[in-house]
């Protein structure tokens, strides 16, 4: 039984949307900084780059140790621990502008990351009710990309405007997600789901389409994050305040669609709306591997932001699929299985990329049908026995 809120204020929705809010004020400085600020004080090329990229899903591939750590602390605190992480990993990266301390202070931050992406999406399916998942989660995206939008604002406005130096910019953004975070630790009561999560690793041969889907995400996704903000900077010589007036675009249309795709989740389906992800998706990257017009390739940044406010679209199938038992295991498992080719991709695509960008995007157009395939194997009213069109309509054994 959950805790019952004390105030209308204290409930776990609020809670989600502000730990939201809180983990991009860190990430989104990172990202926004990181490709000027390696390239610039720390002389990355393509190869430097792909091997932090690398570092930096690490944590994301040993996502699943959070069912051991959940052995000796609940999910909520350990969720306020990771942000904790997060911040502080953030506010050292302009502190060491060399290849070692980029790639430590990049691990340092991305474990406080990871492990709470992992811990958040637990949460959230386990608080939130399944008819109603969607909207929230669109909520919360879309609060998320309004603290994204004020983050990337005030980075414009320090570097260009007001001169600050990247080395304050990391400070500032990873303090203010320590002080969201330190003080909705103190505020809010501990919530506590609505079943007992197993505390051992689930693998299920029923969720195998989950499973796929999540593993062609994080590869194709790994080449978008990590090349295309590149190439802005690389090819069309973008600044740190172009990039920052970009990602600032970015989240404001989040802002405007997210709820938006929580509402058309619910009428049209997951089915559908990941169809019209991936085949968007398609044509982005296919158009991404050819573009020499730097107006161009903003356009298609800012259309690919679009279509990955669908993505989560793939969680609420799960949870209507999963057994509420099975949900904080899973979430481990299913981020350790997104990063098992992001760990490798950055590596090997940085190589790749040194001789010809247009190879990276291509592979990324050929994930992204893949997806796309996988899509209309989705029922059109997932549900327990009922996880793919090839299931039989049964009610699965535990041992499935």
Known sequence: MSVQPTSLWKRPEVLLILMSIA??????????????????RAQFTGVEIGILQSLREVPGFLAFGVIFLLLVVREQPLAFMALVLLGLGTAATGFFPSELGLYVTTVI????????????????????????????????????????????GLIWLSLDVLKVDMVWV?????????????????????????A????????RKRYWLFYALTFLWGARRQIFVVFAGFLMVEKFGFDAAAMSLM??????????FSPKVGRMIGKLGERRVLIIEYSGLVVVFLAYAFVDNA??????????????????????????????????????????????????IPVVFGAIWVNDHALVFLAGA????????LAF??????????????????QPSAAE
């Open 23 to 40: 983990l991009p004020l860190s990430f989104s400085t990172w990202q926004a900084l990181l490709n000027n600020f390696t390239i610039e």
């Open 109 to 152: 931050m991305s474990i406080g990351f990871h492990y709470f992406e992992t811990l958040r999406q637990s949460l959230a399916l386990q608080w939130l009710d399944v008819d109603k998942a969607p909207v929230a989660m669109g909520r919360m995206v879309s609060a998320g990309s309004f603290a994204g939008l004020i983050a990337f």
């Open 170 to 194: 990391y400070v500032a953004g990873g303090g203010l997600t320590l002080i969201i975070t330190l003080w909705c630790w103190l505020a809010f009561p501990r919530f506590v789901g609505k």
């Open 196 to 203: 007992e999560q197993h505390k051992h690793l689930v693998l």
């Open 247 to 256: 990602f600032l675009a970015t989240s404001a249309m989040a802002i405007w």
């Open 295 to 344: 107006w161009i390739a903003v356009g298609l940044y800012l259309l690919d932001h679009l279509f990955f406010a669908m993505s989560f679209a793939s969680k609420t199938y799960f949870q209507k699929i999963a057994d509420p038992q099975d949900i904080a295991s899973t979430s481990g498992v299913s981020f350790t299985i997104n990063h098992i080719a992001a760990v490798v």
């Open 366 to 373: 050929g994930m992204a049908m893949g997806s796309l395939m």
């Open 377 to 394: 194997l989705i029922p059109h009213n997932p549900a327990e026995g009922r996880e793919t069109v090839l299931s039989a309509v049964k």
